[in-house]
């Protein structure tokens, strides 16, 4: 039975920083794909950043120079290192990994993090 969890989800202060990360469990984590997607209250969820099997990065506009993904796949982990945290990246963060042959997610529970004062 496969299983992602997401850790590291809090309340920080505007300028401030977080690294959250994803577990994964039943799959083998370095044949996937992964990313990050996030949902604030009353929007849809929107794709934040994407890392490739082999270690490709793509990011949504407004955290690139301020985000960082990036993988360990001898600990089956994804990270997402959050730098100059902005109010607007209030969400729950999810963490995906896709499969490359069809192209299916598997989603984690999600994370909250919180940017105010």
């Known amino acids: 039975q496969w299983q992602l969890v997401e850790s590291g989800g809090a309340l920080v202060q505007p300028g401030g920083s977080l690294r959250l990360s994803c577990a994964a469990f039943?799959?083998?984590?370095?044949?996937?794909?992964g990313g990050w997607y996030r949902q604030a209250p009353g929007k849809q969820r929107e794709p934040v950043a994407h890392?490739?099997?082999?270690?490709?990065?793509s990011y949504e506009d407004s955290v690139k120079g301020r985000f960082t993904i990036s993988r360990d796949n001898a600990k089956d982990l994804m990270y997402l290192e959050m730098n100059s945290l902005k109010s607007e990246d209030t969400a729950v963060y999810y963490c995906?990994?896709?499969?490359?042959?069809?192209?299916?997610?598997?989603w984690g529970q999600g994370t909250q993090v919180t940017v105010s004062s």
């Open positions: 890392i490739t099997s082999d270690n490709l990065t």
């Open positions: 995906y990994l896709r499969d490359i042959g069809t192209l299916s997610n598997y």
């Open positions: 039943g799959l083998i984590f370095r044949l996937y794909d």
